[in-house]
């Protein structure tokens, strides 16, 4: 069992920075792939960002890209995402996924195994 647990959101204005935090418990030699998503009012979970167990290049949604950076403490389990220049579409709840080695798709919030009670980002215009 995981527990995960998402910190750092809150209110800015538009143009704002902030950085989110996911912390997920249990085996700290394990490695495991963690993924952001959000979710706003009335939509659909939707992927943000995510980092391989493994390692390598992270994957970003295109709406994202070039705004926000994901980063990792492997050894920590932990998983951070900076983000610049927010913009009003970016309010939304932010959920923090872990996903077990089950080799699925990480873009698909079906893919994890684990989820955080999210953190709540607001950006006002």
């Known amino acids: 069992q995981v527990h995960v647990e998402e910190s750092g959101g809150g209110l800015v204005q538009a143009g704002d920075s902030l950085r989110i935090s996911c912390a997920a418990s249990g085996d700290t030699t394990i490695r495991y792939t963690m993924a952001w998503f959000r979710q706003s009012p009335g939509q659909e979970r939707e992927f943000v960002a995510s980092?391989?167990?493994?390692?390598?290049?992270?994957i970003y949604a295109d709406s994202v890209k070039g705004r926000f950076t994901l980063s990792r403490d492997f050894g920590e389990n932990a998983m951070y995402l900076q983000m610049n220049n927010l913009e009003p579409d970016d309010t939304a709840v932010y959920y923090c996924g872990v996903q077990m080695f089950n080799g699925r798709d990480v873009r698909y919030p079906s893919s994890m195994d684990y989820w955080g009670k999210g953190t709540l980002v607001t950006v006002s215009s």
């Open positions: 980092s391989y167990w493994s390692g390598g290049a992270e």
